[in-house]
């Protein structure tokens, strides 16, 4: 399987990173997620999401201490900003800070988390002048639904964004129906969030159900890579499943090698059926 999605840019995303949503919340935790991510990194999830929001900028310094001394250029970082800073009078102040947790120069990619009221063409400018300073090398959106695409296609240097982040699990397949056959269009990438369901919270039973037993019966893996690898299986797919388990992050360093096959995927796609009319997107 592929390790990397291409974007338009030109550059290479890893396939396979690393959530870090309720990361950074409780003190003693810290060392425990310091750890399980850097198992991850060694393990070859090298792409790290996390967030301003989360813990209040408690994730981010999570990351930080995980990647202090690595190699950077290993590395690759996601971090978002509040649809509430990502104005111009917030925003450079917003990346500067999410830079400092994070005790780095420059991010991967920068992400406007939701949409919200501050004009697209603002904090698109603003994205911009943040890559031309060398801060970010690049910039998405997340939970945009088509029409937030179509918006942000409307405004000035709107297609330089590259890859939307949104919720994508095989028991929520909604932006199947519209949102990714657009992006896809358009060559942006998918990065999916709970990938796993929140390990079955959004959805009761996915990990329990039989066809997503029987296939991980078949090719002998465990239910939760049956999900990873489903969503592996689209093209310009992004996933970053959170785990703090080295046992979980063992499972999902793993499934770059499994390779669902028709019959593996008609069974998933018969019990968790293809959206056949629009669904508002999903959102946690
Ligand atoms: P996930 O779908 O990644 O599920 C996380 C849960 O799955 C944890 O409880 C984890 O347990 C468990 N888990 C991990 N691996 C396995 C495994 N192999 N088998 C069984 N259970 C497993 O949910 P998240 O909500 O964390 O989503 C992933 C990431 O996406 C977030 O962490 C965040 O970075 C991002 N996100 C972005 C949002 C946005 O608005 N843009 C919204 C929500 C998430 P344990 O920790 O015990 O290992």
């Known amino acids: 399987m592929k390790k990397h999605v291409k974007l338009l840019d030109g550059s290479s995303i890893p396939v396979l990173g690393q959530g870090t949503w309720h990361m950074g919340e409780d003190k003693s935790k810290k060392d425990q997620e310091v750890s399980a991510l850097q198992y991850g990194i060694s393990k070859g999830m090298t792409l790290v999401d996390t967030a301003e929001m989360y813990g209040s900028?408690?994730?981010?310094?999570?990351?930080?201490?995980?990647?202090?001394?690595?190699?950077?250029s290993d590395l690759y970082i996601v971090s978002k900003v509040y649809p509430h800073n990502a104005g111009r009078d917030k925003i450079f102040n917003s990346c500067m800070k999410s830079l400092k947790r994070l005790g780095t120069d420059y991010l991967d990619l920068y992400l406007l988390h939701w949409p919200g009221s501050v004009p697209l063409e603002e904090t698109v400018a603003c994205?911009?002048?943040?890559?031309?300073?060398?801060?970010?090398?690049?910039?998405?959106v997340s939970n945009f639904d088509l029409d937030d695409m179509e918006d942000l296609w409307s405004v000035k240097d709107g297609d330089k964004c590259l890859v939307n982040q949104v919720l994508y699990h095989l028991g929520s397949r909604g932006i199947e129906y519209d949102l990714l056959p657009w992006m896809e269009?358009?060559?942006?990438?998918?990065?999916?969030?709970?990938?796993?369901?929140?390990?079955?919270?959004?959805?009761?039973?996915?990990?329990?159900?039989?066809?997503?037993?029987?296939?991980?019966?078949?090719?002998?893996?465990?239910?939760?890579?049956?999900?990873?690898?489903?969503?592996?299986?689209?093209?310009?797919?992004?996933?970053i499943p959170k785990a703090s388990s080295e046992n979980h992050i063992d499972e999902n360093s793993k499934v770059l090698h499994i390779e669902l096959d028709k019959e593996d995927m008609d069974l998933l796609i018969k019990e968790y059926p293809t959206p056949k009319f629009k669904l508002p997107l999903d959102i946690v």
């Open 185 to 239: 269009k358009k060559g942006i990438a998918t990065m999916a969030y709970c990938p796993l369901a929140q390990a079955g919270k959004l959805r009761e039973g996915l990990l329990q159900n039989s066809a997503v037993g029987s296939v991980a019966k078949k090719h002998n893996i465990t239910p939760a890579q049956v999900l990873l690898a489903f969503i592996l299986a689209r093209e310009n797919m992004i996933i």
């Open 127 to 140: 994205m911009e002048e943040l890559v031309d300073q060398g801060k970010i090398k690049r910039w998405g």
């Open 57 to 72: 900028g408690g994730a981010e310094l999570v990351v930080g201490e995980a990647i202090r001394g690595m190699d950077r």
